[in-house]
């Protein structure tokens, strides 16, 4: 089995997740793809016992106008990402290559099956050439990643003068505004890079042998439903959350899972927000500022992962004038306030007793983690399908509640501190929201179940159908 992620930590770590599960699960031997950084940082961060194999394919980031040693989106600012998008599409070639090879090296048998990232769809083309099993593996929730489709497919936002629009495709999502379109989706027009590309590979999902969602089948039935219709009778498997937990990702410096425990430890039981903004995102100095001013307004304790605003690569030192004045002293000397720098232990955190909810850019793996421990969510979406996901889980689950949209909003210390009460002063909604989300957590729990007395929930059943769903094929092609 060939496993080809995009490149990007929230991407990966999925796969090599998914990867290890396999791995458990059959007698195929996995194969992991990527660009040589990444395949370096994969082999520091897969477990010591694993029989995984991993591939270099050639890639040299200053050939496509990206800074040197730039194969992941976590190094670059937001407007380069792009560019790495794109050359992604020129990995082709070798990757054709070696699969050919590869089936040579097996005396004519191909892969059992090639699975690859939602943004690397042009990989069905080689497997359906070959005669291998294709899927799909889409990271993101069905119901964010379904929105982002239909919006990048059709630009609906184009043809009308509106605020608010439906999906042509998708009116189950009911009314999307244009705040919940991130800038470069805001400002498309069909003939941009970014719609030229999304455009281009996107469709090709639906000429996969499968689409595996990172989900659960009862938490995203309409997500799931919109799916089903486009695949015209070819399956959608829900096969999450895959088991992130025995993945070790390569520290960027940061703070350590013990210092962060103990500081953890000497506050009650839900009294701390944790915020986090992702790996590769940030907010503008301005939003900044004002979080950091809503933050201590609030009077609650806070662990905040905390990243160059916006203006300023990620890369760079932290200043602490891009704070208010005296705002680092303050919130020590009353162990109200922890700072963490470009890394935190974020599971620890969230499934800490002390942790009471989560300001968080909504990304899908933060958005499970989350969820899994059931923490509620404070939702400030930034880029990618961030805002769906935002709205799903405002709309749908009831777990969450916004408190801005983007890097470029208007938003004052005001709206920070009267969410945060929302959400964590004992208020009829934030409680409704707490029971909400212990549902979902019970939810999930069911979902991956997998018993010695042969209980399996739905999740595990899914991987388990995927997998016969790929030997049946093999067993029924011309290979040995």
């Known amino acids: 089995m060939v496993l080809f992620p995009f490149m990007a930590q929230g991407h990966i770590i999925p796969c090599l997740a998914l990867a290890l599960q396999l791995e458990q699960k059959t007698n195929c031997r996995i194969i992991i793809v990527n660009t040589?950084?990444?395949?370096?940082?994969?082999?520091?961060?897969?477990?010591?016992?694993t029989s995984i194999r991993l591939k270099e394919l050639p890639f040299t980031s200053t050939d496509h106008g990206l800074p040197p040693d730039s194969e992941n989106t976590d190094v670059l600012p937001y407007p380069l990402i792009m560019r790495l998008l794109d050359a992604s599409k020129t990995l082709k070639q070798s990757f054709n290559k070696f699969v050919v090879d590869l089936t040579k090296q097996q005396d004519g048998n191909p892969p059992v099956c090639i699975i690859a990232d939602m943004f690397l769809g042009w990989t069905v083309e080689i497997a359906k050439e070959l005669g291998i099993f294709h899927s799909i593996f889409n990271t993101g929730g069905a119901y964010g990643?379904?929105?982002?489709?239909?919006?990048w497919i059709h630009l609906p936002h184009c043809k009308t003068t509106s605020d608010e629009f439906l999906l042509p495709d998708f009116p189950e999502a009911s009314v999307i505004h244009r705040t919940q379109l991130a800038n470069h989706l805001s400002n498309a027009d069909g003939s941009d890079s970014w719609s030229i590309f999304n455009q281009s590979v996107l469709p090709l999902w639906f000429k996969s042998d499968g689409i595996i969602f990172n989900t659960i089948e009862g938490l995203e039935k309409t997500g799931l439903e919109y799916f089903r219709r486009n695949m015209?009778?070819?399956?959608?498997?829900?096969?999450?959350p895959v088991r992130c937990s025995s993945i070790r990702p390569?520290?960027?410096?940061?703070?350590?899972?013990?210092?962060?425990?103990?500081?953890?430890?000497?506050?009650?039981?839900?009294?701390?927000l944790f915020v986090s903004f992702g790996s590769q995102n940030s907010i503008s100095c301005q939003q900044m500022m004002e979080l950091a001013i809503g933050l201590e307004k609030s009077k609650k304790s806070f662990i905040w992962v905390i990243r160059p605003p916006l203006e300023f690569y990620l890369s760079e030192e932290f200043q602490s004038k891009w704070l208010p004045k005296g705002f680092e002293d303050r919130i020590k000397e009353g162990n109200r306030g922890l700072l963490v720098h470009k890394w935190a232990p974020q599971l620890e955190i969230l499934s800490h007793r002390s942790t009471a909810a989560f300001l968080s850019h909504c990304g899908w793996n933060s958005t499970l983690e989350s969820l899994i421990h059931g923490v509620p969510i404070i939702a400030w979406p930034l880029a990618g399908e961030q805002h769906y996901n935002s709205k799903f889980l405002v709309e749908v689950a009831g777990v969450c509640v916004e408190v801005a949209r983007g890097n470029v909003s208007d938003i004052k210390?005001?709206?920070?501190?009267?969410?945060?009460?929302?959400?964590?002063?004992?208020?009829?909604?934030?409680?409704?929201?707490?029971?909400?989300?212990?549902?979902?957590?019970?939810?999930?729990?069911?979902?991956?179940?997998?018993?010695?007395?042969?209980?399996?929930?739905?999740?595990?059943?899914?991987?388990?159908k995927f997998i016969d769903a790929v030997l049946t094929k093999r067993c029924n092609s011309d290979y040995s």
Do not use: F
């Open 413 to 464: 210390h005001e709206d920070v501190v009267r969410v945060i009460e929302l959400v964590m002063g004992g208020t009829e909604k934030g409680e409704d929201m707490r029971k909400k989300v212990t549902k979902v957590a019970e939810m999930i729990e069911d979902a991956i179940r997998d018993t010695d007395e042969g209980l399996k929930g739905s999740s595990v059943k899914a991987l388990d």
């Open 250 to 272: 390569q520290k960027k410096s940061g703070i350590g899972s013990d210092q962060c425990i103990n500081w953890l430890d000497t506050h009650p039981p839900a009294s701390v």
């Open 232 to 240: 015209t009778g070819r399956p959608v498997w829900c096969i999450g």
């Open 36 to 49: 040589p950084l990444n395949i370096r940082n994969i082999r520091s961060s897969l477990p010591p016992n």
């Open 145 to 151: 990643t379904a929105i982002y489709y239909s919006l």
